[in-house]
């Protein structure tokens, strides 16, 4: 039954349990409130770091160190293994100092399919200070175990939702905000990005409906688009010009195609830019995780700076 947790997105979801490995992430997870079913562990030694209201309301089970080494999906596990019900962000106690932290900058995961990818993303975005992160279907299950050992407790660090298709999108972003979406095409290619689709990375050009980039990908099995729909012109600037509006969210596009043309659309009707991330000519793409560390941190750069900047008009206010 762990094993089966651990890696059937289908199970997980049907019995609303996520199952978390080795003491860090347990340790997160029980301070931010997740509610602890089941702790199986090797030595007594390795409860004492963790909280012990949230233990004793669980059912501790010791169990022999090969047997967790069996069921572990880790190299060197360190004999550790909890099940907990699958956190509601709504309910969750995030860290005091990320909440003070948090800024009005958002991140729209499009498509992102790879775990890896995906977990360095959320752990960029935590790092960032983003307020929340939406994640569209298509995109990989957030509770898969690559993705939390990737994501190094980002979980436990910021509300992500998960599952959106991206008419409820609007509904989970707050009122006045502008979306952006990463690219790495020079302005001069836009026009030939519309109608002839070339498949870029997290960075990258938008999908052209109706159109694939490569029959064997495995991403287009689920395809869904209707060809001839028009891809919005969005007005096009560097990432590190000014663009950072108050709030403002950053769409970052999956591996193979890049932000969809949803996404261009919404950023389309919210007054959005496309941000160009810059590459030596040649390189045809970025790894989605790098484009939005890139975008995420020069948000949080211009955040910051336009906040010090208002500060400072408040105490000496220009009279005249």
Known sequence: KVVTIAKSK???DHHGKVLLEGQRLIKDALEAGAVLQTLFFSTLGQLKELPEAQLKQ???VKVKFGDVKIWSDVVTPQGLIGIFSKPN??????PAPQLTSSLPLLLICDNIRDPGNLGTILRSAAGAGCEKVLLTKGCVDPWE???LRAGMGAHFRLPIIANLD???VPSNLPAGIQVCVADNKEPGAQAETASVPRGCSGAGSPEAPGKSKSKAAPEQEDEESVAGVCIPELPVQYYYENWTQSPVAVVIGGETHGVSADAVHLAASTGGKRLLIPVV?????LNSAIAAGIVLFEGKRQLLQRHMQEDEKQKFPVVG
């Open 58 to 60: 669980a059912n501790l």
């Open 10 to 12: 289908k199970f997980r």
């Open 281 to 285: 000519p040649g390189v045809d793409s």
């Open 89 to 94: 962000h709504a309910k969750m106690s995030y």
């Open 166 to 168: 991206w008419e409820s």
């Open 145 to 147: 175990p690559k993705v």
